[in-house]
Every structure is written in structure tokens, then in C-alpha cells.
């Protein structure tokens, strides 16, 4: 190889080098962005649950993604049957032909006047016996450990006794009782479970709170002051919470009794109002994601 060959050739390799090394530099200061996941959060608040309804339809009509669902409560009901597959007209359709007795079953007290059982039963076949893990959307439902006080979260197995031990309100719903444990509503200890969707990877919070507005009818029997003693503590814990959101949407649903079927319209209308109020801090949201490239 003659001398110019030889020089031709080191000027190549060095160039070659460079450039490999230019090409490590800037992929280098790229940070590799996971795509985002948005969670929806779905409180507790008994009757005033029917407001999520109106919730998911409006952000279902503005095609806001939601990556994972979870609820507490009447949320955990609510976001079973979403996540599950129905759409939010689907939800309406079941939430406006909804009996108490096909949810409730009263039994003689014994550490709560209903059994859960047919809760339980609704769900599952509502869901067609289908496992959670095989839901459409990642579903999280929070009840509470009674003997140990801390919270529990079911995203696995089945439903309908994932939503029966999140919803058995104390004295009123007996505890769901299996695999060893006994199971009390989740509203307990997390009313609006924020931290648990920020535990599961959610990125953005939307969290539906219906605890705030409590009713002012004074309690006549036993099963009402359970059920506004019940309500009281949701509000007052749901606080803190609230301002670890990234959105809040508060349906003014304090006109709705904590067992009352007969203002479900309304109810769902509120959810509608107050989600079409967020839209705006919705889509900025969604928008910077976007930008960020971390939503299609």
C-alpha cells in the first residue's frame, strides 16, 4: 500500500470513529420515555356512586385514555363493569335498571344486615365469570384487612368478591370472608385511593371524588345513622388524597342519601357536569403528553 492508500485509509477509520462516537453522544442524551398511563379513580360514596357513571360517559364521548381503573367502594363496582368491557352507555343502561335486591339480600343481623352474596353473584355474572386479569382495562379494587387495619388490593382472581370485599360497608354489609381474611369496605382507610393507582405506575391521576356534600337529613334508624356516619368519615378523609390528583372531578352529589336509587338521573347528570368541567385541565394534560410523545 503506497503512502497516499495509507493516509486515505487512517482518514476514513478517524472519521468513522468520530462519527460512531457523535452518534453514542446524542442518542445518549435522549432519554428513553416509557409511554404514559393515566389512571382513573374511582371514590366511594355508597348511592352517590351512580355520579361515575355520568363520569365515564363524558370522558368516554372525548376519548380520554384511561390505562388503569381503581376503585373503592361503589367505585370498585362502577370500574369493575368499565374495565371489564361495557362502554359508559352500557353502564348507564345497567346503572337505571338497577334493583336494590339485585345487589342486597337481608339476612339476620350478625354482624351486618346483608350478606354480600348477591353482590358478589351480580358482578360475576354480569362480567361472565371472567377473571379480573382478563378485563380490558387493569383493574385495582381496594377493601380493607379488618384484622390488621391496612389496606388490600385485588387486580387478580375473581371479581365479584374483589367488589363484595370492597364494598362491605361496616354494620351494614357482613365482612367478605375468604382465603383466610376477613374484608371490610375499602372507604375504611382509602376513600379515594390516589396512591395506589401512583403505586401501580399510574403517571396521571383523574380521581372522581363523591364524598364531599353531605346530606342534611338527620338519621331515623340504625341502618341511616351507619350509612351517614359512613359518609361523614369518606369526606373528611378524601382530602388529603384529593391533592395528590392531577385533575379532581366533584359531581355536587350531596342532594344523593347514601341508599337512595330514587335520584340516579341526577346523579349521573352531575357526573357529566363535573367532568365537562375538568375537560380543559383534561386535555392540557393529554396535550403535553403528546408533545412529550408519550400518547399517540
Not at 442518542?27 to 361515575?52: C, D, E, M, N, T
Given at each position: 500500500?503506497?503512502?497516499?492508500?495509507?493516509?486515505?485509509?487512517?482518514?476514513?477509520?478517524c472519521?468513522?470513529?468520530?462519527?460512531?462516537?457523535?452518534?453514542?453522544?446524542?442518542?445518549?442524551?435522549?432519554?428513553?420515555?416509557?409511554?404514559?398511563?393515566?389512571?382513573?379513580?374511582?371514590?366511594a360514596?355508597?348511592?352517590?356512586?351512580?355520579?361515575?357513571?355520568?363520569?365515564?360517559?363524558?370522558?368516554?364521548?372525548?376519548?380520554?385514555?384511561?390505562?388503569?381503573?381503581?376503585?373503592?367502594?361503589?367505585?370498585?363496582?362502577?370500574?369493575?363493569?368499565?374495565?371489564?368491557?361495557?362502554?359508559?352507555?352500557?353502564?348507564?343502561?345497567?346503572?337505571?335498571?338497577?334493583?336494590?335486591?339485585?345487589?342486597?339480600?337481608?339476612?339476620?343481623?350478625?354482624?351486618?344486615?346483608?350478606?354480600?352474596?348477591?353482590?358478589?353473584?351480580?358482578?360475576?355474572?354480569?362480567?361472565?365469570?371472567?377473571?379480573i386479569?382478563?378485563f380490558?382495562?387493569?383493574?385495582?379494587?381496594?377493601?380493607?384487612?379488618?384484622?390488621?387495619?391496612?389496606?388490600?388490593?385485588?387486580?387478580?382472581g375473581?371479581?365479584?368478591?374483589?367488589?363484595?370485599?370492597?364494598?362491605?360497608?361496616?354494620?351494614?354489609?357482613?365482612?367478605?370472608?375468604?382465603?383466610?381474611?376477613?374484608?371490610?369496605?375499602?372507604g375504611?382507610v382509602?376513600?379515594?385511593?390516589?396512591?395506589?393507582a401512583?403505586?401501580?405506575g399510574?403517571?396521571?391521576?383523574?380521581?372522581?371524588?363523591?364524598s364531599s356534600?353531605?346530606?342534611?337529613?338527620?338519621?331515623?334508624?340504625?341502618?341511616?345513622?351507619?350509612?351517614?356516619?359512613?359518609?361523614?368519615?369518606?369526606?373528611?378523609?378524601?382530602?388529603?388524597?384529593?391533592?395528590?390528583?392531577?385533575?379532581?372531578?366533584?359531581p355536587?352529589?350531596?342532594?344523593?342519601?347514601?341508599?337512595?336509587?330514587?335520584?340516579?338521573n341526577?346523579?349521573?347528570?352531575?357526573?357529566?357536569k363535573?367532568?365537562?368541567?375538568?375537560?380543559?385541565?383534561?386535555?392540557?394534560?393529554?396535550?403535553?403528553?403528546?408533545?412529550?410523545?408519550r400518547?399517540?
Amino acid at each position: 500500500m503506497n503512502p497516499i492508500q495509507t493516509t486515505k485509509l487512517y482518514v476514513l477509520i478517524c472519521c468513522s470513529l468520530i462519527l460512531s462516537g457523535c452518534a453514542a453522544t446524542t442518542s445518549s442524551r435522549i432519554p428513553s420515555q416509557r409511554p404514559a398511563r393515566i389512571a382513573l379513580v374511582l371514590g366511594a360514596g355508597a348511592s352517590k356512586g351512580f355520579a361515575h357513571v355520568g363520569v365515564l360517559k363524558i370522558l368516554e364521548n372525548n376519548k380520554v385514555p384511561i390505562h388503569m381503573i381503581v376503585g373503592t367502594s361503589v367505585g370498585s363496582f362502577v370500574g369493575s363493569l368499565y374495565a371489564y368491557g361495557y362502554d359508559a352507555y352500557g353502564l348507564q343502561k345497567i346503572a337505571l335498571s338497577l334493583e336494590r335486591s339485585d345487589v342486597a339480600e337481608l339476612t339476620m343481623p350478625d354482624n351486618g344486615f346483608l350478606k354480600g352474596e348477591r353482590l358478589r353473584d351480580y358482578i360475576n355474572t354480569k362480567v361472565r365469570q371472567s377473571p379480573i386479569e382478563s378485563f380490558k382495562i387493569p383493574f385495582y379494587a381496594v377493601a380493607t384487612d379488618i384484622k390488621t387495619g391496612n389496606s388490600v388490593v385485588f387486580n387478580s382472581g375473581n371479581p365479584g368478591m374483589a367488589v363484595q370485599a370492597s364494598c362491605a360497608i361496616p354494620g351494614v354489609f357482613q365482612p367478605a370472608r375468604f382465603s383466610g381474611a376477613s374484608y371490610v369496605d375499602g372507604g375504611v382507610v382509602k376513600p379515594l385511593a390516589v396512591d395506589v393507582a401512583r403505586t401501580y405506575g399510574a403517571d396521571v391521576v383523574i380521581a372522581v371524588d363523591i364524598s364531599s356534600g353531605i346530606d342534611q337529613v338527620i338519621p331515623t334508624t340504625t341502618m341511616e345513622t351507619i350509612m351517614k356516619s359512613i359518609q361523614i368519615m369518606y369526606s373528611n378523609m378524601s382530602q388529603v388524597p384529593i391533592s395528590q390528583a392531577d385533575v379532581v372531578i366533584k359531581p355536587v352529589v350531596g342532594f344523593v342519601g347514601s341508599a337512595d336509587f330514587s335520584h340516579r338521573n341526577e346523579a349521573i347528570m352531575e357526573g357529566e357536569k363535573a367532568a365537562l368541567a375538568a375537560m380543559p385541565r383534561i386535555n392540557a394534560l393529554l396535550a403535553k403528553l403528546r408533545q412529550e410523545g408519550r400518547l399517540p
